[in-house]
């Protein structure tokens, strides 16, 4: 492949990533600015209506473009009937209310048009953002978002743990398809008996699945010859990734699917592993760039209510875990200090609900919507503390501290002495997990603990 048929696709895929950026800005502020919000009813639905057309001239089926339009439907019928019955916020001589008598009750409803009105336009703000999350998701090669990402120069650990993840999921996935149904719910009794196990107080099964995602990143790690992936980096590409693995394994099963209650039930053992990547990794954002990853596997898959925002709610709960976990480290190792932690992540995941109700400029009955939703995730996210101390016994304990810095870190003599090709090979022999007779951290963490039948060449779920 020459360097211009290189280009063409990336160029491609910062266009599209730019276009959605676009899009979802002019959704948001069109009508929040007084210069340009006579004309809202104008610029949102043909943003909207051009969202259909793209994706209808990609051959995308109506009944997929429906699909993604009423994915919020719940949000939908809340903010339609809230402004519909609720008397106006701002009462002023252009509110137009009409009485409507419900038959056969005898009962008189005051029907607030206005606020019908303004309760629809935010319907399609919504939904014009979902259509262009959509477009870029389903046209093009599937990786544009990707590869629009990797151009714009974000933090190395992140870029090259999402290669990896997603290579990893690939290659699982091209493996197992066909397996369909079974293999669904395979996963799904597979979940429920590592989560059987955690209540009962064992972690045991937990830190296995773990163990072995982390295993096998760090043998793709090590197999790579990109001479700029070596010691610590290295190191923490194949902790990112092994945890963005399980991560996206527990994302990806379906448990109670399209129900608006008992949310956020995943984070008793998704933050967690949030706590485990901020521990592990050397770097200071190593649960902000497992969480991104997260955000963006959902993304691709299509498991988000709210298109590309939805990516925030992985991303906050990992950004406050990476602020608070060097805190909470210094108290006493109990569990208070990891369930404290595992609330105020689990306020920062329901971030994506409020800040779309924010940029929509919603009257405060809104905020009832995801503070309904907010309620489990805070007692998933107390409860997370548990499970978070017991898996950083198992898997970060001493021993296995002592054993990573052992396997990332070469000697500083050695190194300035050694000629450059000696010092890649010294390099590699730290990103290669086990290979060796020192105890490394790759060895203690995917060999010595290893399940019985653990099987290294997939993720585990």
């Known amino acids: 492949m020459t360097e211009t048929q290189h280009e063409t696709p990336t160029r491609t895929a910062v266009l599209k990533v730019s276009y959605l950026l676009t899009v979802t800005v002019v959704a948001f502020a069109v009508p929040a600015l007084s210069l340009t919000e006579p ?40 903010l339609i009937g809230m402004y519909a019955l609720l008397p106006p916020e701002n009462p002023s001589a252009n509110d137009v209310l009409i009485d409507w008598h419900v038959p056969g009750v005898g009962w008189s409803l005051s029907i607030n048009l ?32 990707v590869d629009g990402l990797h151009a714009f120069r974000l933090p190395p650990l992140f870029v090259h743990a999402l290669d990896r993840t997603l290579a990893l999921l690939e290659g ?30 064992d972690i045991g099964a937990f830190a296995d ?72 990794t050397q770097s200071r954002w190593g649960a902000t760039a497992a969480g991104s990853i997260m955000g963006i596997i959902g993304f691709l898959q299509g ?47 329901t971030a994506t609900e409020f800040v779309v109700v924010l940029l929509l400029g919603a009257r405060a009955e809104i905020y009832l919507f995801p503070a309904v939703k907010l309620v489990p995730n805070l007692i998933a996210g107390v409860l997370s503390g548990f499970v978070s101390v017991f898996l ?9 501290k002592a054993s990573s810095e052992a396997a990332v870190q070469p000697d500083g003599n050695d190194l300035g002495q050694r000629p450059p090709s000696e010092q890649q090979a010294g390099e590699g022999d730290a990103a290669l997990a086990g290979k060796g007779s020192s105890p490394r951290h790759g060895r203690d963490v995917g060999q010595r603990q290893r399940p019985g039948r653990g099987d290294m060449g997939r993720p585990r779920t």
């Open 392 to 400: 950083l016994r198992v898997v970060a304990g001493p021993s296995s």
């Open 172 to 201: 699982t996935q091209g493996r197992e398809r066909g397996g369909g149904r079974a293999r669904e719910r395979t996963s799904r009794a597979g979940f429920f008996a590592v989560l059987r196990q955690v209540l009962r107080g």
């Open 39 to 78: 004309a809202r009813w104008f610029v949102i639905p043909g943003l909207a209506g051009i969202q259909a057309v793209i994706l209808l001239a990609c051959r995308v089926g109506l009944r997929d473009v429906a699909r993604v339009a009423l994915r919020l439907k719940w949000l939908f019928i809340f």
């Open 303 to 349: 498991d988000g209510r709210f298109g590309v925002l939805e990516i925030l709610k992985h991303v906050a709960p990992g950004f406050v875990i990476d602020i608070g976990e060097p805190l909470v480290r210094r108290w006493p190792p109990w569990a208070l200090g990891y369930c404290v932690l595992g609330f105020f992540a689990a306020i920062a995941r």
């Open 209 to 280: 699945v773990v163990r072995t995602n982390i295993a096998l990143a760090e043998s793709q790690v090590a197999s790579d010859a990109d001479p700029r992936i070596g010691g610590q980096f290295a190191h923490d590409v194949a902790v990112t990734t092994g945890i963005a693995l399980c991560m996206a394994s527990l994302k990806m099963l379906k448990i109670l699917p399209g129900l608006p209650f008992a949310s956020g039930h995943k984070t008793f053992l998704l933050f967690p592993l949030y706590v485990l990547a901020a521990r592990l």
């Open 114 to 145: 206005s606020g019908l009105e303004k309760a629809a336009l935010m319907c399609l703000q919504i939904v014009t953002v979902l259509l262009a999350s959509a477009v870029v998701r389903l046209t093009g090669t599937g990786r544009d978002l």
